[in-house]
């Protein structure tokens, strides 16, 4: 995902992007809703105000801070900050719920952001500043908060709702979240609405990035938070960065010594904490 849409950012703008996506997504899966669970599944049944805000949180959010982020870095930085919801999950749990993670665990999290800084530093502070690449990952960082917050949400606040179903009524007012802000963006002249031409000549990547990250991503990653719990769910995201690194070394980009090992921290680091949590659990 994040190597396709680093280079569709020069034919549409984050924007009309995530516009482009998500109104094709979501009416994708609301065609799968009403076939597997008939019209009624289409009500909110009074969790329209919850579903609004996670929706705007999860799917607006994250979007246009990823996407925004990620024109001004790279792709594999925006993989290996995004790894780091395992580490924000636990701590967002801390926060709302007042469990506090083990001490192993918060050893873990200061590995894993030291392995982060690695990254996008390369060792060298200035190089982060140089070029905007550390404004883009900041905004990539925003995201992956808004994506623990939608996570949580799921798991926490729409029991009883199936991932199908709580996929696309926060999708909707989450789409709806993302036609304004390109609207905005367009009235204020920070975007521009995009040529016919200009969408046709990505059309394989607005179907790919529709179907494969919004429709099976999205709904895949909520039916797996349901079935293993938002923690563990999170811990598969550290194979993307791996992903990236993968298709961007493919893509012919060289990376430095000190980028790899700071990946190599990071995963290690919350694949750690995962079989920590996983061992106490079992001892119980």
């Not at 046709?200 to 429709?215: A, E, P, R």
């Amino acid at each position: 995902m994040f190597s396709v849409v680093k280079r569709t950012l020069p034919q549409l703008d984050a924007f009309a992007l995530s516009s482009v996506r998500y109104l094709f997504g979501a009416a994708l899966l609301v065609l799968l809703l009403v076939a597997f669970e008939g019209r009624q599944a289409l009500r909110y049944e009074g969790r329209l105000g919850a579903a609004t805000l996670y929706g705007l949180l999860g799917i607006t959010g994250f979007n246009l801070f990823v996407w925004l982020g990620l024109g001004y870095t790279r792709p594999e930085h925006a993989s290996i900050i995004l790894a780091l919801q395992t580490a924000l999950t636990a701590l967002a749990v801390w926060a709302l719920r007042r469990q506090p993670p083990a001490a192993f665990t918060l050893g873990c999290v200061v590995v894993a952001f030291a392995g982060v800084v690695l990254v996008i530093t390369k060792g060298d502070p200035h190089v982060a500043i140089a070029g905007g690449e550390l404004f883009g990952d900041l905004l990539v960082f925003c995201g992956a908060l808004a994506w623990v917050g939608y996570t949580l949400a799921g798991a926490w606040k729409f029991s009883g709702w199936s991932p199908l179903r709580m996929t696309v009524l926060t999708c909707i007012p989450g789409t709806a979240g993302l036609l304004a802000a390109n609207v905005v963006a367009v009235l204020l002249n920070y975007s521009k609405v995009p040529s016919l031409d200009a969408v046709v000549s990505v059309s394989w990547q607005i179907l790919y990035l529709s179907v494969g990250t919004v429709v099976l991503g999205v709904l895949g990653f909520n039916a797996a938070a349901r079935r293993l719990g938002p923690l563990n769910t999170m811990l598969m995201l550290n194979l993307v960065p791996i992903g990236v690194f993968g298709v961007e070394a493919a893509l012919g980009r060289s990376f430095a010594a000190v980028e790899i090992v700071g990946a190599l921290v990071v995963i290690g680091a919350l694949v750690a904490n995962n079989l920590y949590l996983r061992g106490v659990s079992t001892s119980r």
